[in-house]
């Protein structure tokens, strides 16, 4: 999605050889206009899949998630990273090792909100190790629901995340994929642009 590339290009921040800050538009400020744009591209790849229901994770899965819930109009559900004690019957659990934060999340989802005859888009900002995805494969598992495929923002394609979860036969859909940021520098594989 070259006008996602453009906006990495200009306002993402190099941090590592393995990490990129995108904070002005996805994580911590967001920009609706971009998200809109986002949610209308991921709609647009799935659309016509029957898909009942937009699974995401806090926070910040939860803007392009939306949106593409808006397009599509069906219901996003956000995996909770705490969960109360008293509810765990009622729900979907899954452990999550956080990329970013070097920390194990719980991950959640109330069995209220996700059911077998779900159809689900699995939809997250990043894709680097695959962890996050994972758990949420485990809990559209859990809850007996059946997968359209993932959606994912930023895919950092030098990690191995994108492959393991392609190997598995999973559709997943890349607005940008990242090639490498060494040297402070962000190029986007081949190809990765419409
Ligand atoms: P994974 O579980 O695939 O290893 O990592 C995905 C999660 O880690 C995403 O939900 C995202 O929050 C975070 N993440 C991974 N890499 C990056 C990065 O380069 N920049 C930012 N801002 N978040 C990242």
Same mark, same amino acid.
């Given at each position: !999605?070259?006008? #996602?590339?453009?906006?990495?290009?200009?306002?993402?921040?190099?941090?590592?050889?393995?990490? %990129?800050?995108?904070?002005? +538009?996805?994580?911590?400020?967001?920009?609706?206009?971009?998200?809109?744009?986002?949610?209308?591209?991921?709609? /647009?790849?799935?659309?016509? /899949?029957?898909?009942?229901?937009?699974?995401? %994770?806090?926070? &910040?899965?939860?803007?392009?998630? !939306?949106?593409?819930? #808006?397009?599509?109009?069906?219901?996003?559900?956000?995996? $909770?990273? $705490?969960?109360? =004690?008293?509810?765990?019957? /009622?729900?979907?659990?899954? &452990?999550?090792?956080? +990329?970013?934060?070097?920390?194990?999340?719980?991950?959640?989802?109330?069995?209220?909100? #996700?059911?077998?005859?779900?159809?689900?888009?699995?939809?997250?900002?990043? =894709?680097?190790?695959?962890?996050?995805?994972?758990? #949420?494969?485990?809990?559209?598992?859990?809850?007996?629901?059946?997968?359209?495929?993932?959606?994912?923002?930023?895919?950092?394609? +030098?990690?191995?995340?994108?492959?393991?979860?392609?190997?598995?036969?999973? $559709?997943? /859909? &890349? %607005?940008?994929?990242?090639?490498?940021?060494?040297?402070?520098?962000?190029? +986007?594989?081949?190809?990765?642009?419409?």
């Amino acid at each position: !999605m070259k006008k #996602l590339e453009d906006k990495i290009s200009k306002n993402g921040k190099v941090l590592s050889d393995q990490i %990129l800050k995108v904070d002005s +538009f996805l994580n911590h400020q967001i920009d609706p206009v971009l998200m809109q744009e986002i949610g209308n591209e991921f709609a /647009e790849k799935f659309k016509g /899949e029957g898909i009942t229901k937009i699974v995401t %994770l806090e926070s &910040s899965g939860i803007a392009p998630a !939306m949106m593409t819930g #808006l397009v599509l109009g069906v219901p996003v559900v956000f995996a $909770r990273k $705490r969960k109360s =004690l008293t509810l765990i019957n /009622e729900l979907y659990s899954a &452990s999550v090792h956080s +990329f970013t934060k070097e920390e194990k999340n719980e991950i959640s989802v109330s069995k209220d909100y #996700l059911s077998q005859d779900d159809h689900v888009l699995l939809i997250d900002d990043f =894709l680097a190790n695959g962890q996050a995805v994972e758990g #949420l494969l485990s809990i559209v598992e859990q809850a007996g629901a059946s997968l359209a495929g993932v959606g994912i923002v930023i895919e950092k394609g +030098f990690q191995p995340g994108g492959e393991m979860i392609r190997n598995r036969g999973i $559709r997943v /859909e &890349s %607005l940008a994929i990242i090639q490498s940021l060494e040297n402070g520098k962000v190029s +986007f594989a081949e190809g990765s642009t419409l």
